[in-house]
């Protein structure tokens, strides 16, 4: 199987990497537009900022390339926020695959630390790549920036208010949370998205 991760100025890459390879399959990490193009499967993955993410993007014309997949394709933390229409981290404008704004999350009790970093729930799963045996299970999340919930949720987090854990749109699948470092039920969500 050939498997892509979308190589740009986006952090994390290579825990991708090595949690692939913990699954048996040796990803190619490039930028290159036909490598991505002719893969079986693209993760768009990363942790940054997302102007200057974007930028990279649409510098390199890869924003083209990720809009316009027909395979499967899987964007991991800052991917999935890149892959919703607007972001208000510096107000930068995204990709338009999912029709959302990413927000800033906005404390409301004293204990609200953000980042929202550490182990939370999957709630309210449906589909393919969060399947309904991974409902109530722990994955790791890391962001200061969230998804409300839309019509394109498959899976509800719960952190100063319910967000966005998933997200999926035709071919376009996406986590807010960290598979790579999920231990086994980030396992079973990658082996999921490698079957699809």
């Known amino acids: 199987m050939n498997i892509v991760i979308v190589k740009y100025n986006a952090g994390n890459i290579y825990s991708v990497d090595y949690g692939l390879k913990r699954l048996g399959i040796t990803p190619v990490i490039t930028d290159d537009k036909e490598k991505i193009q002719a893969a079986d499967k693209v993760i768009f993955p990363g942790q940054g900022e997302a102007n200057s993410t974007m930028n990279y993007l649409k510098k390199h014309r890869l924003d083209e390339v990720i809009c316009n997949l ?75 920036y969230y998804v409300p919930l839309s019509d394109h949720t498959v899976a509800v987090t719960n952190y100063i208010q319910p967000f966005s854990s998933a997200l999926n749109k035709d071919n376009f699948y996406a986590t807010q949370f960290h598979p790579e470092k999920s231990g086994k039920i980030g396992e079973k969500i990658l082996n999921n998205f490698l079957t699809l």
């Open 70 to 144: 027909k395979q499967p394709v899987l964007g991991i933390c800052i991917g999935m926020q890149l892959m919703c229409t607007h972001s208000e981290e510096n107000n930068t404008p995204c990709l338009g695959i999912f029709d959302s704004t990413v927000k800033k999350f906005i404390a409301k009790e004293r204990e609200d630390k953000i980042p929202h970093m550490g182990w939370n729930t999957l709630e309210n799963v449906k589909g393919n790549l969060i399947t309904s045996d991974l409902a109530n299970e722990f994955v790791y999340f890391v962001h200061s």
